[in-house]
């Protein structure tokens, strides 16, 4: 109410209608369009498949609390995610037979690529920022003493950016990093402590979790990954012409357009 006048709920639907739905009904059109598809060609997306690709999408970011952190600045849960997921793959299963991706087509992209499926070697690291060498002197004192890495990551770190996921900066490889944390990262064994490292930004205690030697490119081994790149790199189209093509088939028919 504003004052003594009121507002009804059906006045907003209609302005609601009016700014978004036109959008929204489409977006609608095109679920249910999916949906009857999948039940149609029995298509089945299990709870393995979503973890799979979950499980790819935490591999980008470096761990579970990163990709935690992600959605939770995004303001996603992970049941948005999943469902996203699982609407995704069900698109893809439908589109995939339609798109021919040959052997030949394949061997060619990787030509014409291979330096991108080389694997330079990667480390994965965590670092504690501080402002002072007294101050990260200190913090590897705890860490020696059998202090939590993680912990004293949240409770001393300046870097907003990972401090609570502890530190975690997943894998790095030559040319990310500034010079000096560069060196100190690729001269580390796993497990090791550093001593103070100063950069631009302060001074850097850093753990080296993990470290995978480098990778030539191999065919073989790249062969899903091709796929996968070229089946993306072609579903905007098909699914464009997929969804006219389905459209004319269930004769949809929009009364809102015709209310317009």
Known sequence: SVGDESITQEELYQSLVKQNGAE????????????????????????????????????????????????ENAGYSEDDVRKN????????????PTLNITEDEMKQYFDDNEASFASPEQVKTSHILVDSEEQ?????????AGE???????????????????GDLGYVVRGQMVPEFEEAVFTLEVGVISDP?????GYHIIKVEEIKEAEEANYDESKEEI????????????YDEW???????????????KAE
């Open 136 to 144: 990260a002197q200190e913090v590897k004192d705890k860490l020696l």
């Open 24 to 71: 929204a009904l489409e977006a609608l059109i095109t679920e249910k369009i999916v949906e009857l598809e999948v039940a149609k060609q029995n298509i089945e997306v299990t709870e393995e498949d979503i973890d799979e690709e979950i499980q790819k999408i935490i591999d980008y970011y470096g761990s579970e609390d990163a990709f935690n952190q992600v959605l």
């Open 243 to 257: 969804l006219q093509t389905k459209r004319e088939e269930y004769k949809v028919t929009n009364s809102l357009e």
């Open 148 to 166: 939590d890495f993680a912990e004293l990551a949240k409770e001393y770190s300046l870097d907003p950016s990972n401090k609570d996921t502890g």
């Open 227 to 238: 796929k996968d790149i070229l089946i993306e790199q072609r579903m905007p189209t098909a």
């Open 197 to 201: 490292v100063k950069t631009q930004y």
């Open 85 to 96: 997921i699982g609407t995704s793959i069900e698109i893809e299963k439908l589109l995939e």
